[in-house]
């Protein structure tokens, strides 16, 4: 596997050690601090370092600087994987330089292989030895990107095809709505059962509908968690039996990731970026500053925004799911009952369950006293204290993370409350807000796709082994 050494940063010191002729004490943290064109790329083996390349991007030119794989781990051609992830990451560069002994015949065929030249040559380059300066030109490398993608972890089979990362060429979905809607919610075992029926049907339909060939597809993405465990296995077990056949690169994609990138169908994303992932199991907020880095500023402490606005539903007698119903009875209503705003602290975090007990205690002390409540009122006075204090960590975390663009994903971002106050917040703070149309809310194929290009670009490519995992956390 490769990872980018951003992501095992608590083991530099043990690469250090490892290649002592090329590093020194702390020699890695300090050249990321000192020079933001450098990267570097590991190859884990079983989670073993067995080598790493270090490039810089210097605006539209690459430049390998280092390039090392343990003695006993040569010839193995992990040294051509990690050239290719260069190589791919490079696709939008114009050229990719890099120096190499004279004498180093193996490696000069290596490079020869992959399309570098050579240029010049550097006198002396090496302690007496002279270096060859060789270059790939990359100006016709850019070719298009297919990614499948696979969801499958709730009631939803949908598989679709995009290009690029943004052009949606194909999607087909099957939805299970109407044979869950007698057991008033999903069935997991009907549900898996169910995808096992469609999801080959889905994908012979997805590929005709694209006039494609399995051949025509650069990468396989799929969900593998959170979810239905039995729902996700179907996906996963249907895109790791592509990804054998075809041999094609199997791409994990989380699915509240998914989430997040359904809005770069939309619109290009801008970073540091603010994913607000609000749902029926989910009240997060999540800092990404680039593509694929992931970090939690906070979440919910104890109950979903969602749960708590079905429960506080349920209480004034709305169906369920009761979001929704209670939104809209909301807009009839007045703020006329005191209710406690929660968690109004210096923290990201939320805490509902306190707000939703405040409900249940007003509604049994007006019954008590014979009072007859106000349900509409009641809405309002809920949405305004609910609704505000998320937007307040919202405005916190856009002005401490010097915030570009907000995205608001998953079922409650359909709340209209939410998305005025979450609106104003973003012009007043000039970010940009961006929450996806209607048809990206609920689960697709798409997102799983979109999701799984900028992972695949990131080299985050999964063997054989990946399993499905219902509670997978983003970060
Ligand atoms: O992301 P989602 O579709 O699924 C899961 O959580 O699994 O979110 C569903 C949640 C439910 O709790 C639903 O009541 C809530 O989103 N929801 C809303 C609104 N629309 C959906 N809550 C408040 N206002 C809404 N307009
Ligand atoms: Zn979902």
Redesign the pocket.
């Known amino acids: 596997m490769i990872v980018d050494i951003v992501d095992i940063k608590d083991r530099f010191h043990e690469i250090e050690n490892l290649f002592p002729n090329v590093f020194t004490y702390d020699s890695i943290s300090r050249d990321l601090e000192n020079n933001p064109f450098s990267h570097y790329l590991v190859y884990l083996l079983d989670n073993k370092i067995i080598g790493f390349i270090n490039y810089y991007f210097i605006y539209d030119r690459v430049e390998i600087a280092n390039f090392n794989i343990l003695e006993q781990y040569q010839n193995n051609h992990y040294g051509s994987k990690l050239l290719e992830e260069v190589i791919m990451r490079s696709i939008d560069k114009k050229n990719i330089t890099l120096e190499v002994r004279c004498d180093n015949n193996k490696a000069i065929k290596i490079y020869q292989k992959y399309g570098f030249k050579k240029k010049a040559i550097r006198k002396n380059y090496y302690h007496g030895i002279d270096g060859i300066l060789m270059e790939k030109e990359m100006n016709n490398m850019k070719k298009d990107i297919y990614v499948l993608g696979i969801e499958s972890s ?1 009631d939803e089979t949908s598989i679709s095809i995009i290009k690029n990362g943004i052009e949606e060429i194909s999607t087909v979905t099957s939805t299970q709505i109407d044979i869950h809607k007698d057991y008033g919610g999903v069935v997991p075992e009907i549900a898996s059962r169910n995808h096992i029926k469609n999801v080959t049907i889905v994908l012979e339909e997805c590929l005709n509908k694209a006039n494609m060939t399995m051949d025509d597809i650069d990468a396989i993405a799929v969900t593998y968690g959170p979810g239905l465990i039995g729902s996700l296995l179907v996906g996963l077990i249907t895109a790791k039996t592509l990804s054998f056949i075809h041999n094609k690169p199997l791409i994990p994609v989380n699915h509240i990731a998914g ?1 997040i990138y359904a809005n770069s169908l939309v619109e290009e994303l801008k970073f540091p970026l603010l994913a607000v992932v ?5 009240t997060e907020l999540i800092l990404m500053e680039d593509h694929y880095k992931f970090k939690k500023l906070g979440g919910t402490l104890d109950d ?4 708590c ?2 429960k506080v ?1 349920r209480i004034i007698g709305l169906e369920y ?4 119903k ?3 009875l909301a807009k009839e209503g007045k703020n006329t009952y005191n209710l406690p705003i929660p968690k109004q602290d210096n923290t990201y975090d939320f805490s509902f369950s306190g707000l939703k007990s405040a409900v249940i205690n007003l509604v049994h002390n007006e019954e008590q006293r014979g009072n007859e409540i106000n349900k509409a009122d009641l809405a309002a006075s809920f949405q305004k204290v609910a609704v505000e204090s998320v937007v307040n960590k919202i405005e916190k975390a856009i002005q401490d993370n010097d915030i570009k663009m907000v995205i608001v994903a ?3 971002a ?5 998305r005025e106050e979450v609106a104003k917040v973003c012009e007043k703070e000039n970010v940009k807000l961006s929450i996806p149309d209607f048809k990206y ?2 689960d697709n194929g798409t997102m799983i796709a979109a999701a799984g290009y900028y992972a695949y670009l990131d080299g985050r490519v999964a063997d054989l082994k990946l399993n499905s995992v219902s509670q997978d956390k983003l970060a």
């Open positions: 709730c989430h609000v749902s029926g199991g989910h979903a925004i969602g749960e606005y079905d539903a799911p009761g979001g929704p209670l939104d809209k998953r079922g409650v359909a709340n209209t409350a939410i809310c609920t």
